[in-house]
Nanobody
Framework: VQLQASGGGLVQPGGSLRLSCVAS????????IGWFREAPGKEREGVSC????????YYEDSVKGRFTISRNNAKNTVYMRIDSLTTEDSAVYYC????????????WGQGTQVTVSS
């Protein structure tokens, strides 16, 4: 399984952007796909994921209301829109596929940098 993330960049506070992650390879039907982020000096944290079984989204409490995860099954792509960006959102964002069966296994994309600054 390969994950290709994109969409990061330099954004002003209050702005928005959309991250994309394209999955390819041999992917089972039992997985969650989503995003983690890692800020300098902090541990990597999960922010959002979506279930392949029922498309149900999950959000970490601190991002609820500002982050929206979605997917395009035909393109094997998952998106995350981030609104009302703050400097606290600055981090490297990693796409993650958590294969539940056979597994569990975690697959990671290469990360995309989001910098929020005026």
């Amino acid at each position: 399984v390969q994950l290709q993330a994109s969409g990061g960049g330099l954004v002003q506070p209050g702005g928005s952007l959309r991250l994309s992650c394209v999955a390819s390879g041999s992917i089972s039907h039992f997985y969650n796909i989503g995003w983690f982020r890692e800020a300098p000096g902090k541990e990597r944290e999960g922010v959002s994921c979506i279930s392949n079984s029922d498309d149900r989204p999950y959000y970490e409490d601190s991002v609820k209301g500002r982050f929206t995860i979605s997917r395009n099954n035909a393109k094997n792509t998952v998106y995350m829109r981030i609104d009302s960006l703050t400097t606290e959102d600055s981090a490297v964002y990693y796409c993650n596929l958590h294969q539940l069966w056979p597994g569990p296994k975690h697959y990671w994309g290469q990360g995309t940098q989001v910098t929020v600054s005026s």
